[in-house]
């Protein structure tokens, strides 16, 4: 009993230090040096000034941008959350409702074919971190008539932006891909600028 | 579902399954006391024993080994609730955060030594770095390394050792950490890093968007984290959102890593076991079992999920349920992460568990409703394990005219009352818990969704507590959080947090003892030699057996109460 | 033993091949299954054992009888008026079926247990009725009544009374008629000293008288324990029934704590519960089917045995037979008939057979053991040598003795000597003589082939070997190649020498075989198999096997025994007969299969009986405005009629299902001899996925009746 008590202070404290401090301070300091950008949140800069993280996607509402998937939390990157929002709950239903006719109004417009039945599911429904960086490319490809006709350029252009900024699987295999917002209107930017 | 999806979800069994026998091995090494590492780290595990005072080579009897355990846990307890609720004072602080309510501390401390991970509370906007690393990260290996320790100690019970004792807590505690968890949890950290998970001590980064918006980037120490909340499972996140986060989770290949991470020392084990009893096969066999229930569960919730929810079909959407799911991991990924952190009792998440499909949100509190045994936690799944595999010889031993006996070691009425114990207490407190809580208007208070789902959720609450398991139907709470600086006005639905925290402390505490008493009571017995009348246990008749005996002692015992949770929904298409 | 002992039990041991003998056959009547009059004594038991104190001590059916009360008192208030929160909406016709077929439940379970008793209890009448009271003559003068004597008292009997207890000849020999307990017509003889000294209480001796010391205590003999044991009153639970009951508490247990926590469940979802539908799934769910059976299942599997005439002394006993990995059998009257046969005559050089065959058949004269009387058979038969008056000359026969391990005759002044080989040996060396080496040769040709040489000497002369050949029983390789199937080893126990021993072993199929055996090297056989962790049972019958019976983990001692012997075992095989072991071995595995089957039989019916009471339970729950039908009505894939009438459908099938299986229980599920991952796969079929789906018929076919006939 009593070795055991001596054993678990000591043991406590050393362990504390070693797995609390030590681990995550090597794996700081080396991340720090040989992956310097990675480490510290993929940043973005414009002009010197941090305009996001490539890994964080933000709210876009106007027509010459793509827009990021609906977000529970406003973006937010400091306090996340989800919707928690159920298969079968009248709430879902309504707001994926609501987004579906957003979607439809703010595309419509430019892709006068589209349906209620054609959006892709990302388009109106939330996703889980609040901050997903990515569109799928289905998404994008129905907002990219938007692009083109907001930013005149030829609808190839963007179609070619947007492969451009489309991550594919890990190794191929694993994921889905996805087509960065951030970057793809960054790009935009830089193009029509 | 996708041919691409499929063939993901096929090579990650795969890889699985070749990784299993090697880190096996590995491990059978590390407890035999000659660990590959041993010569560069021998000194260090020395010296470690010196300042403890203990002898390692001192062997423990069951008793002795669960007092070490037990008073080590508590020690544990004490200073993790000390850390978080005197984080105000204590240094890395960026964001000034004060120590969380008491009774949300009683909840998180019980978690975090549990091995479980349930958190009432939203990391980045209650915890400081401090509390993240040396509190939380630090149980993150502890708990882990207990599980892995006792069921080593349990293993030797069941082998043909001639000793009557389980070896030494502290010993194997060490091996289990220094060779073990901390050097893959550092290897898997780097790999996070490299890959775009966060690892930093620096302030919050402030930014514009393209739009003008003002926000911030919360970093911290991420990374190092997040490979020992997989590796142990423990699935404690350091943002809210756990491993939907990119900074938890960049990629779909960041995604599959961690999906190895969860599952690999647990299954791993299974080699160990089948290595140190003398026949690898019954390591197979026991694997296997796990492994069917594992890949039942991918083939239906990633069926369900593809298949939409209803909501979505009534706003006329077509096409998978994406609501609450990251477009990097797509709803095949998402759903194999939702069954892995499942049957491994991880709980970390890269979608809103709360938003998955009736049938798709079945799945997961059923992989729960084993006990924990499909793979998972680290040590403990394999524990809870070898109980089932108690009972079904005992079922099955019968019906070959034989008293039962496991690794030629007899089964008799001790062996059986504890495995009962061990096996139904904790199925026992979820069904009385989560009755305590619908019908209570105490319990009523952490119900987001109204309907079954709000039932889903308390459900689900207790299963995953008990459980040891950590994932949430994440509208249920118990701890209302304000936004505001500093964690000011928050206070905790005390209901919840101490029913919770209770649930998990007697799901990881009485099977642990109970199963190092099975351990002891097998220690030493006599081996009978295996014939041709001795019932097999290391064909794939008694693999089937088991799982056979799993469906109907453990998962019976939930139907009414899935029917009228998930079930229900998944059966309608009405709005609730 | 020795070469030349003889069989140490050849008195009367018909067995061939060790067949079980009929029931038949036995002395005692065999009963049907259903004997009308049993039948009817355990309708009247099953409704006593309704006693709560009684029922208390089966967890599982207790609860079941908790349940059929509380319905009843709900029934009682309905009818007479009253309302009472836990009828709900419920008709009272349906309280009053559910309690019904609760009260059934429980009593069919009952009924289990009191035709199985029955059945033991009938046999212990005809046992009874032999005890008559007698009175016991003591030696030492005076009267005792026989149900007062005490362990040392000596009592005489004379030929025609019943011995008064259990005990062992001290004095005299007798023919004893022990029909009443082992139903073997023909008299046996007891005889004090030697392995034939005990008798039994009950049994009669016909000629002759005898002085018995008493070694039972009152109320202790045989007879009692023999009676008690069939009866079931001494039964006490084995280790096995201990963890299984212990199982099936724990089972009872969560289903209770789901059900309960069932109300407030089905509350949140807005969903009224009756008390009757509540308690209905509760006994639906318990393992009332094993539960019901397991104590039936227990007293059956004894009877069993009793009716194979051996009475086991503790049912764990009968369990651990079950799990025997070694069989201990001796050679001598178990594998190889009991008397060796002459079949050769083997001359020395310089000796012509027909010398050698007149001076063995001369040295036989007076011996009659069977081999003697073979070695006269055979020199008449193969060479016409008639056996000799010897009247007219001096002959003066020299016994067999332990010592010398020689017999023989001295005739006219001309020594003749047959017996074990270096026995022989030895004898010419001490008369100065030297014995040719082809004597060795021939002692040595003739062990290596299976035989037992004897030699035959006259004065200082070797003459030749006589070969006696051991005559192994028909059938016996086939018995123990079912055995290594069923994953047992046999060792066949002989005092034959090791070359001996080989061949013959060899010749039967056993697995092995010890040689030269001594009770001292019995016992260490015994213990070092036991150290590798092997469960052994043998037989045994003499005093010198009473060591090696307490050890065995199955100690079978033949009836014919000593006392010691009968003490020292688990179990007594009153036919004394050795092949016996096997049967019993049978029996163990067959209790063992039943309990086992018919609990996963018991569980595997939980899935069908959720498929019937959920969706009934809650076929409204969740459903759209304006329909009465909600999402999970359908899960009612049996298409059960209404809630109700699915309920009621499930229990009465739960009821049913007892009587239907107490064949079975009592029976026992057949045992076939193969190793255990086949019987797993086969008894899995049949009890495991017929669990899964026999219900479903059941219940479906109930609910025909239920709402389809009686409109429920």
């Not at chain 2, 590995?26 to 203990?54: C, K, N, Q, T, W």
Request: net charge neutral; glycine share 12%; hydrophobic share 45%.
């Amino acid at each position: 009993m009593k070795k055991d008590l001596t054993a678990t202070a000591v043991g406590l404290i050393v362990l504390t230090l070693v797995l609390g401090l030590l681990y995550p301070l090597a794996v700081t300091g080396v991340g720090q040096v040989v992956f310097n950008d990675a480490a510290n949140g993929s940043q973005i800069r414009v002009d010197g000034k941090v305009v996001g993280s490539r890994l964080l996607g933000q709210g876009f509402s106007r027509a010459e941008y793509f827009h990021s998937r609906p977000s529970q939390s406003d973006y937010n990157p400091s306090a996340t959350f989800f919707s928690n929002a159920g298969p079968n709950g009248a709430d879902t239903r309504d707001a994926i409702a609501r987004y579906a006719a957003a979607y439809l109004k703010t595309e419509g417009r430019y892709d006068p074919g589209l349906t209620r039945a054609q959006i892709p599911p990302d388009a109106v429904q939330t996703s889980a971190s609040g901050v997903d960086p990515q569109i799928t490319v289905a998404n994008a490809r129905i907002q990219a008539h938007r692009i083109a006709a907001v930013r005149r350029l030829p609808l190839d252009r963007v179609n070619r932006l947007i492969d451009d900024h489309t991550d594919g699987r890990g190794l191929g295999l694993f994921g889905e891909p996805g087509v960065n917002v951030l970057e793809l209107n960054l790009a935009l930017d830089k193009e029509t600028r | 579902m996708t041919v691409q999806g499929w063939i993901q979800i096929l090579v990650f069994f795969a890889v699985l399954t070749a990784l299993t026998p090697l880190l096996g091995a590995y491990m059978h090494r590390v407890f035999r006391g000659d660990a590959i590492l041993g010569s560069v780290l021998g000194p260090v595990e020395r010296g470690f024993y010196r300042l403890l005072r203990v002898d390692p080579r001192q062997e423990q009897d069951w008793k002795g080994y669960a007092r070490s355990a037990l008073i080590f846990s508590l020690g544990s307890w004490l200073l993790l609730y000390a850390i978080l609720r005197l984080q105000g004072s204590l240094p890395f602080n960026p964001a000034g955060f004060g120590g969380a309510p008491a009774d949300v501390t009683f909840n998180t401390s019980s978690s975090f030594v549990a091995n479980t991970n349930w958190q009432y509370y939203a990391g980045e906007t209650t915890m400081s770095n401090f509390s993240q690393m040396a509190g939380l990260a630090v149980q993150n290996f502890l708990s882990a390394a207990v599980g892995i320790a006792v069921v080593i100690a349990v293993i030797r019970g069941f082998s043909a050792r001639s000793l009557k004792t389980l070896g030494n807590f502290w010993s194997d505690l060490t091996r289990a950490t220094l060779y073990v968890l901390l050097p893959l949890a550092f290897v898997i950290a780097l790999f996070f890093v490299s890959q775009g998970l966060a690892q930093s001590l620096s302030p919050a980064q402030a930014f514009t968007s393209l739009e003008g918006v003002k926000g911030v980037i919360t970093l911290g120490p991420v990374a190092s984290q997040e490979a020992i909340k997989l590796l142990g499972t423990n699935g404690g996140g350091f943002f809210n959102v756990n491993s939907a986060m990119p900074f938890e989770n960049a990629s779909g290949l960041t995604n599959a890593v961690s999906m190895l991470a969860i599952l690999i020392v647990p299954a791993a084990l299974t080699a160990t076991f089948g290595r140190m009893v003398g026949n690898r096969r019954q390591g197979w066999m026991i694997y296997g079992a796990m492994f069917a229930f594992f890949a039942v569960a991918v083939a239906i919730v990633y069926a369900a999920e593809s298949h939409g929810s209803p909501a979505q079909q009534l706003a006329g959407i077509h096409g998978g349920n994406m609501e609450g799911k990251e477009t990097r991991f797509g709803i095949g990924s998402s759903s194999l992460f939702a069954v892995v952190t499942t049957v491994a009792s991880c709980g970390a998440v890269n979608a809103a568990m709360e938003s998955l499909t009736g049938i798709g949100g079945a799945i997961p509190m059923a992989n729960m409703m084993t006990g924990e045994v499909i793979f998972g936690g680290v040590g403990s799944g394999l524990y809870g394990m070898l109980m089932f595999v108690i009972l079904a010889v005992f079922i099955a031993g019968l019906m070959v005219g034989r008293t039962p006996e496991y690794l030629g070691k007899k089964i008799g009425a001790r062996e059986i009352k504890l495995t009962m114990i061990g096996t139904l207490a904790v199925p026992l407190f979820v069904l009385i818990a989560t009755a305590a809580a619908i019908a209570s208007r105490y319990g009523l208070k952490s119900i987001y969704n109204g309907g079954p789902q709000g039932f889903s959720e308390t459900l689900y609450a207790y299963t995953s507590q008990a459980n040891n398991n950590g994932s949430a139907f994440a509208g249920y709470t118990g701890f209302i959080q304000p936004n505001a600086p500093g964690n000011a006005g928050s206070f905790g639905i005390t209901f919840a947090d101490l029913l919770g925290g209770g649930a998990m402390l007697v799901g990881r505490f009485l099977p642990l003892v109970v199963v190092l008493a099975i351990g002891g009571a097998l220690a030493g017995r006599k081996v009978a030699p295996a014939g041709p009348g001795t019932m097999r246990t290391d064909t794939p008749t008694f693999g089937g057996l088991t799982v056979g005996t799993i469906l109907l002692v453990a998962l019976l015992t939930f139907v009414p109460a899935l029917l009228l949770g998930p079930v229900v929904q998944g059966l309608t298409d009405r709005m609730f | 033993m020795t070469a030349l002992s003889g069989p140490a039990s050849s008195a009367q041991q018909p067995a061939q091949g060790g067949m079980p003998r009929g029931h038949d056959g036995s002395g005692r009547p065999t009963r049907s299954l259903l004997e009308p009059a049993i039948l009817r004594t355990a309708l009247l038991d099953s409704l006593r054992k309704l006693d709560p104190r009684a029922m208390i001590r089966n967890p599982v059916m207790f609860v079941v009888e908790i349940g059929a009360l509380l319905t009843t008192v709900v029934w009682l208030v309905q009818a007479l008026g009253g309302s009472i929160s836990g009828a709900g909406s419920d008709p009272a016709w349906y309280t009053l079926t559910v309690s019904v077929w609760l009260w059934l439940t429980v009593i069919f379970g009952n009924f289990a247990e009191a035709i199985a008793e029955g059945r033991g209890r009938a046999q212990a009448a005809t046992l009874r009725a032999m005890r008559s009271e007698t009175t016991a003559r003591l030696r030492d003068g005076g009267t005792k009544n026989a149900g007062e004597l005490m362990p040392g008292d000596v009592v005489v009997v004379l030929a025609g009374e019943a011995i008064p207890g259990d005990g062992t000849v001290v004095k005299g020999i007798a023919s004893v008629d022990e029909s009443a307990i082992t139903g073997e017509s023909a008299p046996v003889i007891r005889e004090a000293g030697g392995d034939r000294s005990a008798v039994t209480g009950g049994t009669r001796v016909l000629s002759d008288e005898i002085h018995v010391e008493i070694t039972q205590k009152p109320g202790e003999s045989f007879l009692d324990r023999m009676i008690a044991l069939v009866e079931g009153a001494s039964r006490r639970k084995t280790p096995n029934e201990i963890a299984l009951g212990i199982l099936l508490a724990g089972l009872s247990l969560i289903f209770l704590v789901v059900v309960v926590t069932l109300r407030p469940f089905a509350d949140y979802a807005g969903t009224a519960t009756s008390l009757a539908t509540l308690i209905s799934l509760l006994v639906a769910l318990i393992p009332t089917t094993i539960g019901a059976l397991l104590s039936a299942i227990g007293i059956a599997g004894m009877d069993r045995l009793v009716r194979r005439n051996v009475l086991a002394l503790s049912g764990r006993a009968v369990e651990a037979s079950g799990d025997v990995d070694v069989l201990l059998l001796d050679k001598t009257g178990t594998i190889t008939l009991g008397n060796r046969q002459a079949s050769e005559f083997v001359p020395m050089p310089g000796v012509s057979e027909r010398e050698l065959a007149e001076a063995a058949q001369l040295a036989s004269l007076a011996d009659e053991t069977p081999e003697g009387r073979s070695i006269v058979v055979l020199a008449k038969e193969k060479l016409g040598i008639r056996a000799r008056e010897l009247g007219e000359h001096e002959a003066e026969f020299v016994p067999f003795t332990a010592q010398t391990r020689m017999s023989g005759v001295d005739l006219d002044g001309v020594r003749l000597r047959k017996g074990a080989g270096d026995a022989i040996e030895r004898w010419i060396a001490a008369e100065g003589g030297t014995t040719p080496p082809q004597l060795r040769a021939e002692l040595d040709r003739i062990a290596r082939d299976g035989g037992t040489p004897l030699a035959v000497a006259r004065d200082n002369q070797a003459l030749g070997v006589v070969h006696l050949q051991d005559v192994v029983k028909e059938g016996m390789r086939e018995r123990f190649d079912h055995l290594r199937a069923m994953g047992i080893r046999t060792v066949m126990v002989t005092g034959d020498n090791p070359l001996t021993a080989a061949k013959i072993a060899q010749e039967a199929g056993v697995d092995d075989f010890l040689a030269e055996a001594t009770p001292e090297a019995k016992l260490a056989l015994i213990r070092e198999h036991q150290e590798g962790g092997r469960m052994v049972a043998m037989t045994g019958d003499g005093t010198n096997d009473a060591p090696a019976l307490a050890q065995a983990d199955v100690g079978v001692a033949m009836n014919t025994g000593t006392q010691a012997a009968r003490e020292a075992g688990n179990m007594v095989d009153l036919d004394s007969n050795p092949t016996k072991l096997i049967e019993i071995v049978e029996v163990g595995k067959q209790l063992l299969i039943t309990r086992g089957a018919l609990t996963t039989f018991s569980i595997a019916n939980d899935v069908a009986k959720y498929f019937a009471i959920l969706p009934a339970i809650f076929a409204s729950t969740y459903a759209l405005a304006g329909s009465t039908t909600g999402p999970l009505d359908q899960l009612n894939v049996m298409n059960l009629g209404t809630p109700r009438s699915a309920i009621i459908s499930a229990i009465v099938f739960n009821a049913l299902v007892i009587p239907l299986l107490v064949p079975l229980a009592l029976r026992g599920v057949k045992f076939r001899p193969v190793g255990a991952t086949q019987l797993l796969r086969r008894n899995l079929l049949v009890y495991g996925l017929g669990g899964l789906i026999a219900p479903f018929a059941g219940i479906k076919l109930v609910d025909l009746v239920v709402h389809n006939l009686l409109g429920a």
